[in-house]
């Protein structure tokens, strides 16, 4: 397949992803419960101090002040997308991201909750990472910026943003995460341990591992 066949390709296939995200965001809305305007404050209140009553523990025990995370294998949350963010805390209620300790506190979450976390989470400044191995990372620059066209892997930068930024709603902010947290999910993705994306488990499966340590080295450093 030549280049201009392969992001032919990769642009019909996004597209229609997006179609289907979106429709698919539709009937989720029309099923789920109303939410007040979401309260940033609150928010707060549930991450710093987690609530007893309903199992939710505090989730700056594990996601970091202001979620950034010092943990490398508990991601930073601090500026992710709001509703990215709850649409994951959603996903982990359902067996498409089955989490032992993440479950637990989605499930006793409301949806109110959700957004409340969301939203605080997303208003905060997240803490810049760095690339660590040198003989991976201008591996992890090429795949993320011009994908493996001879695999059909498309340059992660079409959903992610040239600078890890993300798509909101739709795509995670991924710069500066941690290189460890990365690899499991890209490895989760891949065994369908996590199957809450259907492209990305589709494009991990086509990665070998040092690809997926070579973009996760490098998304680390974006900033």
């Known amino acids: 397949m030549n280049q201009n066949a ?7 296939t996004m597209l229609a992803f997006a179609t289907s995200v ?10 789920t419960p109303a939410i007040a305007k979401v309260d940033p404050a609150k928010g707060e209140e549930l991450y ?6 309903r199992n939710i523990i505090a989730c700056v025990s594990c996601h970091g002040a202001a979620g950034n ?6 991601p930073k949350l601090a500026g992710q997308h709001l509703a990215y963010l709850t649409k994951q805390l959603v996903n982990f209620t359902e067996p498409s991201r089955n989490n032992a300790v993440m479950t637990m506190i989605a499930k006793g979450m409301t949806p109110q909750d959700m957004s ?8 905060q400044v997240g ?31 079409a959903c992610h943003g040239p600078n890890g930024s993300g798509i909101p709603a739709l795509y995670p902010r991924l710069a500066g995460q941690h290189q460890d947290y990365t690899v499991v999910q890209l490895t989760n993705f891949r065994s369908h341990v996590r199957s809450n994306s259907p492209e990305m488990m589709e494009i991990s499966n086509r990665m070998s591992d040092q690809e997926v340590k070579a973009v996760a080295d490098y998304v680390a450093g974006l900033k």
């Open 6 to 12: 392969f992001l032919k390709l990769m642009l019909i």
């Open 22 to 31: 979106f429709a698919s965001e539709e009937k989720t809305t029309l099923a």
């Open 48 to 53: 710093t101090n987690g609530d007893q009553t």
């Open 69 to 74: 995370s010092t943990i490398s294998l508990n």
């Open 116 to 123: 409340n976390v969301s939203a605080y989470l997303s208003a």
């Open 127 to 157: 803490k810049p990472g760095a690339a660590k191995n040198k003989d991976l990372v201008e591996m992890g620059k090429r795949i993320y910026r011009g994908g493996i066209a001879s695999i059909g892997v498309p340059a992660c930068a």
